[in-house]
């Protein structure tokens, strides 16, 4: 009860498509901007209201992508990244500190957003148990996660697989997700399942 229906999904514009493409491919390399090009067209599809938690806030290239002047907290517990961020001046508050310790009060914030981190998090739960605690009723959070198909359909991996090189193949997936720092690599019914011990009502997913 209290909690808004979310995920209401707008179309993107060419001009949008073309402007979130250039802000990712021409600032990153090739892999990584695809990634972003394709999660930023997520949320720029979506309502992200005021104010907004960002968790995992990182070098602030997203944020310096997505946001523009909104209300933002970004927090991480990087103070490398953190100071890039600040340079980038998208953030209003930048906060040091472990995502299931975060020194925000309760009940303050319309949105909460996590791109592409929670999948490195070992404990993650506390730190959903957290973005549960920090969102006002009727609140929204909207994260990106690399689901457990990242395993089996990395481009390198089918070619070398076609290749007959299925062990190969294997070598390169393990290597890949080492170097990525991956340790969340599940199911969407996992997910849910630690959404809701969170506390968080409607859920609703896309691959």
Same mark, same amino acid.
């Given at each position: ?48 209201? /005021?104010? $907004?938690? *960002? ?7 997203? =944020?310096?992508? &997505?946001?523009? @002047? ?48 929670? /999948?490195? $998090?070992? *404990? ?7 973005? =549960?605690?920090? &969102?006002?009723? @009727? ?69």
């Amino acid at each position: 009860p209290g909690w808004r229906p979310c995920c209401v999904m707008n179309d993107l514009t060419k001009e949008q498509i073309q402007r979130i493409c250039e802000q990712q491919l021409f600032h990153l390399p090739y892999f990584r901007g695809m990634l972003r090009a394709v999660e930023q067209s997520f949320y720029e599809r979506v309502d992200l209201a /005021e104010p $907004i938690y *960002d968790l995992g806030a990182g070098d602030g290239h997203f =944020a310096w992508a &997505l946001f523009n @002047g909104q209300q933002v907290v970004g927090l991480d517990p990087w103070w490398g990244p953190l100071l890039e961020s600040k340079s980038r001046q998208i953030y209003p508050l930048l906060v040091q500190a472990q995502g299931d310790e975060a020194p925000l009060a309760s009940e303050s914030f319309a949105t909460a957003i996590s791109n592409s981190v929670l /999948e490195h $998090i070992e *404990d993650v739960q506390p730190v959903l148990n957290e973005v =549960a605690r920090v &969102l006002k009723p @009727g609140g929204v959070f909207y994260f990106t996660v690399p689901n457990q198909k990242f395993r089996t359909n990395l481009w390198g991996m089918r070619i070398l697989e076609k290749l007959g090189l299925k062990k190969t193949a294997g070598k390169y997936s393990d290597f890949f997700n080492k170097i990525d720092r991956h340790i969340n690599l599940d199911l969407p019914d996992v997910w849910i399942g630690r959404l809701r011990e969170a506390g968080l009502g409607e859920i609703k997913f896309q691959h």
